[in-house]
């Protein structure tokens, strides 16, 4: 099964490990879901495991964080 999706824009690498990185990006997969995403990413541009987020949950995230004490 072959899942379309296109990257939006990039917001930022999070980590580099392995010829992998892990990013947050919006994407829109499917043609029609804009989806904040974690995920990592191969050196080739395919894929790998990750989460998507719609807004809602990423301003919910976002307040979850901004009350930790992340040291």
């Known amino acids: 099964m072959k899942i379309n999706?296109?990257?939006?824009?990039?917001?930022?690498?999070l980590s580099n490990r392995n010829g992998y990185t892990k990013e947050l990006?919006?994407?829109?997969?499917?043609g029609e879901y804009l989806k904040y995403d974690v995920r990592l990413w191969m050196s080739d541009g395919k894929p790998g495991k990750?989460?998507?987020?719609?807004?809602?949950e990423a301003k919910e995230l976002r307040r979850l964080l901004n009350e930790e004490d992340l040291g």
């Open 50 to 56: 990750g989460i998507t987020l719609a807004k809602a």
């Open 25 to 30: 990006n919006l994407v829109e997969w499917g």
């Open 5 to 13: 999706f296109e990257l939006k824009k990039r917001i930022g690498t």
